[in-house]
């Protein structure tokens, strides 16, 4: 069983910067990486980044490159999402997942995910 535990999350001014921490137990040498998505109220869950376990390659929605690094520490067991320059409308819950294959913005892709960690940026 896989469990996925989120936190940094908190409350920033806009431009500041703020690390989340996804640390993951259990085997999850099945899954091909992990993704960050976050979430409003009433709207859908929304991509933000993935990183690939094999190749280490990392994709980025357009709305956070350039601002926000997805990277992972393999001794920890844990993928950090560094949110730089952040803006009052990345204000959300966010969420790690686990992919076990398809299309890495796809949430339909994901089948653990952890608690969620609210990140809220004040204007």
């Known amino acids: 069983q896989v469990q996925l535990v989120e936190s940094g999350g908190g409350l920033v001014q806009a431009g500041g910067s703020l690390r989340l921490s996804c640390e993951a137990s259990g085997s999850v040498f099945s899954s091909y990486g992990m993704g960050w998505f976050r979430q409003v109220p009433g709207k859908e869950r929304e991509f933000v980044t993935f990183i690939n376990w094999r190749t280490n390659n990392t994709y980025y929605a357009d709305s956070v490159k350039g601002r926000f690094t997805i990277s992972r520490d393999n001794a920890k067991n844990t993928v950090y999402l560094q949110m730089n320059s952040l803006k009052p409308e990345d204000t959300a819950i966010y969420y790690c997942?686990?992919?076990?294959?398809?299309?890495?913005?796809?949430?339909?892709?994901?089948?653990?995910w952890g608690q969620g960690t609210q990140v809220t940026v004040s204007s």
């Open positions: 997942a686990l992919n076990i294959g398809g299309f890495y913005a796809a949430t339909r892709s994901y089948n653990y």
